[in-house]
């Protein structure tokens, strides 16, 4: 069975920090490409940042430059995302995806094929 268990959200304050990490099974985790996307209350998910099969390429949406960094660990099946300086604009419910789209495709939602269950990441002021 194909599982992507996306854990490590909560409460933060801005300015503070969370690690996110994807667990991955019931595929062959080094074939795919995956991304995090977010959704908040009242709006369409949003790519944040994206890392290619081996690690070696990333991508960040303009949201996530500077301050949020995407790795994975092969090895152990986990994709992270390290949330530093965290805003209250960070407040969304966040989804690791994975799909084998060509890079250049990998921002688009729809070109997933299996989405986690989310972990919501809650900002205060």
């Known amino acids: 069975e194909v599982q992507l268990q996306a854990s490590g959200g909560g409460l933060a304050q801005a300015g503070g920090s969370l690690r996110l990490s994807c667990a991955a099974s019931?595929?062959?985790?080094?074939?795919?490409?995956i991304g995090w996307f977010r959704q908040a209350p009242g709006k369409e998910r949003e790519g944040v940042a994206f890392?290619?099969?081996?690690?070696?390429?990333?991508y960040y949406t303009d949201s996530a430059k500077g301050r949020f960094t995407i790795s994975r660990d092969n090895a152990k099946n986990t994709v992270y995302l390290q949330m530093n300086s965290l805003k209250p604009e960070d407040t969304a419910v966040y989804y690791c995806?994975?799909?084998?789209?060509?890079?250049?495709?990998?921002?688009?939602?729809?070109?997933?094929?299996?989405w986690g269950q989310g972990t919501e990441v809650t900002v205060s002021s």
């Open positions: 995806g994975k799909t084998k789209a060509p890079w250049r495709y990998v921002r688009i939602s729809s070109r997933c094929d299996y």
């Open positions: 019931g595929f062959i985790f080094d074939d795919y490409q």
């Open positions: 890392i290619d099969n081996t690690g070696g390429t990333t």
